[in-house]
Every structure is written in C-alpha cells, then in structure tokens.
C-alpha cells in the first residue's frame, strides 16, 4: 500500500479525522494509521462545526450510544478542570466520581485517564500511582535548571497485563494502551497516543480530541504550548456500524473535501 495512505498530517481535526475515515471506509482495514494535527489555537484543535456536528448526529442515529464529547472524556475530563485552580483538584473530583462512572456498561473495565492518574497492577500492595502528576513533576525540575527531561520517562502506560491479557475474543478496553509526551523547541510539547485497534467511525474523532485536550493539561500545566498530536494506529477499521450506514456522511465528507470547500478550517458553501 502506498505509504502517503497511511500518513495523515492536517492542521485542523475535522479534515484529519474525515481524511483518516476516507481512507477507512475505501480500504476496509489500515496497518498502521498514522494521523498528526497541528494546528491548534490557545492550546485547543481547529475543528470544523459543521464535520463535527455531522459525526454526532450520526453516531446518534446509528444508536451506537457514543458522542465525540463522550468518548473525548474517556482520555481527559475535561468538564472537570478548572485552569484556575491546583491540577490536585482536578484529581480529587475524578477519583470521587470515578465510581459513579464506572457503573455504566462502556465503562466496566475502568477508563483512560483513572489509569493515568491511579495506575494499579491486580493485587499491588502499592499506592496507586499518578503517571500524569510525576511526568509534570519531573518536567518542571528540569525547566528550573534550564534543562529537558529524559524523553523517555515522559510516558504513561494505560495498558495492564496483570488486567487486560485475558482469553476474551472480543474486550474493548483498553484500545488505547500508551501515551507519551515530547518537548518541541523551546516551549511547545508534542503528545502522542498509541492504540493496538482504533474504531474510526465510532471512537477516533473523541480520540483526537481527548489526547488534544490531554495535550493542553500537560501543556499549561508547565506553560507550554501544545503544537501537535500524533495518534498511531496498529490496526485501524470503521467499528460496528455498518458500513452502508455510513454512506450518506462518506458522501458529504467525499463532497466536502474534493470540492474544496474547506479552507483553513472554513466551511465555504
């Protein structure tokens, strides 16, 4: 396959995303996906309304009962953080209402970022750990002496064998298994998220979203800028909806994007 179809660099979200289902809906299966955004405005993706509200309506419709919100949420909270007050909080309102969370069906096995900010092997003795909060730690030590941290602790793991490597045909969570992060320059930082199979249709625009807005916590948490996101794919296929009912958005998405009707993240009709 060519190389350039499994490679998707945009500025903004919207076309990134509507490329990388395209490309998805015509080959049925991509090994790997590779889809980079790098465009961003106050730490936050450039979207496009109208290819956002297209996503919604028909993951509705298609009673996959899923919202691009819904499943941005799963990576970051971000309904929950206040920029104006100590991350510490936002912590502590997450870990409260985790429980709650949890109780929904999609949520059984535990979500992205409770891994994140409370990682626990099965049976550990160990105090869970806050990935996110050492990584921020280690980062700000190493910018008050002008320095950059060692890349390579800059990760956080979501995958747990002692939870997740089970004989289940079919488990779901998590698709997401790492996520890292990458000093870009002298100020901008780069968060990328690893998944072994990634829904396109049902999940990967949420995705997007929520490592972006991942990106921005991490981002201000050290008065950084977030300037890109990368998201790979091991596997990437459309999800359970069938494919004939996502014809008609294949087509305004196709009409949209051949017709060049999109210019810097404007909607021209």
Known sequence: MNNNFNYITEENLSIGWSKAFLRVMEAKEISPLVVSITGFEG??????SEIRDSVNST????????TIDRVANTIFPASLWNKNIPRQKLYERYLRVFGRIKKDSHNHYGLYFQ????????????????????????????????????????????????????????RGFPCLQQVAFAPCGRDGLIVTGFYAMQYIFER???????????????????????????????????GKTKIGALRPLEKQLSDMLTANLVTNGVVRF
């Open 115 to 170: 891994r994140l900010i409370a990682y626990q092997p099965k049976e550990s003795t160990h105090k869970p750990v806050n990935q996110l909060d050492q990584i921020i730690e280690l980062w700000s030590e190493r910018m008050e002496v002008n320095k950059n941290p060692r890349r390579s602790a800059l990760q956080a793991a979501v995958y747990d064998p002692t939870r997740d490597l089970t004989k289940q045909p079919v």
């Open 59 to 66: 993951l509705i419709e298609n009673n996959t009962k899923l």
């Open 204 to 238: 990967a625009y949420g995705n997007y979203l929520g490592l972006c807005r991942l990106g921005e916590f991490i981002a201000t948490q050290l008065g950084l800028k977030l300037v890109q996101m990368n998201c790979i794919s091991n596997i990437a296929v459309l």
């Open 43 to 48: 730490n936050e993706p450039i979207e496009i």
